[in-house]
T-cell receptor, first 113, second 112 residues
């Protein structure tokens, strides 16, 4: 069966510090991978998605970036965090060539102070 | 007009009640409709998945899609305290690579 991991689970970072969140998927090959942010009262916002290694599409212009160095690894990064980057970050995967059924990881709660 | 609208609630019901959760949408190209359940501080969990119009039943849960009205529903029968969570609707077009569009979620509380 497929499993998706995210770490860390919780992170408290000062404004201006860098960020690296990691997501890995097990039990499937060449998945589509997604990064979402969930802020209170705003719902799920798609940040990035990837259909393959090195292929990243950005949905929202901001100070975040994403990379996919390996087939089942997806990384969310920032060089300098802003207060507005606080939120719940969720990684998700779907089978190749589809987008309609996505499976989410446990999430990383980020607080920028 | 937002693409997907969902009443945030909160919705409070007694144990055993029938719960109706709803979303409306504006994009007639949507063909795939999902319901996710999200417990507090956890990732969303796929609950139901429906293609095009019609009903789908899974245990105590029934998903309905009315494309003519651009309206989808999730019914929960014999609700339990363990059903207390936020329910998110989501939808997408048939084109692979396009994003899922989520509602903001409805918070449900089932009291024993």
């Amino acid at each position: 069966s497929q499993t998706i991991h995210q770490w860390p689970a919780t992170l408290v970072q000062p404004v201006g510090s860098p960020l690296s969140l990691e997501c890995t998927v097990e039990g499937t090959s060449n998945p589509n991978l997604y990064w979402y942010r969930q802020a209170a009262g705003r719902g799920l916002q798609l940040l990035f998605y990837s259909v393959g290694i090195g292929q990243i599409s950005s949905e929202v212009p901001q100070n975040l970036s994403a990379s996919r160095p390996q087939d089942r690894q997806f990384i969310l990064s920032s060089k300098k965090l802003l207060l507005s980057d606080s939120g719940f970050y969720l990684c998700a995967w779907s089978v190749p060539t589809t987008v309609e059924t996505q499976y989410f990881g446990p999430g990383t709660r980020l607080l920028v102070l | 007009q937002k693409e997907v609208e969902q009443d945030p609630g909160p919705l409070s019901v007694p144990e055993g009640a029938i719960v109706s959760l709803n979303c409306t949408y504006s994009n007639s190209a949507f063909q795939y409709f999902m319901w996710y359940r999200q417990y507090s501080r956890k990732g969303p969990e796929l609950l139901m998945y429906t293609y095009s119009s019609g009903n789908k039943e899974d245990g105590r849960f029934t998903a309905q899609v009315d494309k003519s009205s651009k309206y989808i529903s999730l019914f929960i029968r014999d609700s339990q305290p363990s059903d207390s969570a936020t329910y998110l609707c989501a939808m997408s077009t048939s084109k692979a690579g396009t994003a899922l569009i989520f509602g903001k979620g409805t918070t449900l509380s089932v009291s024993s």
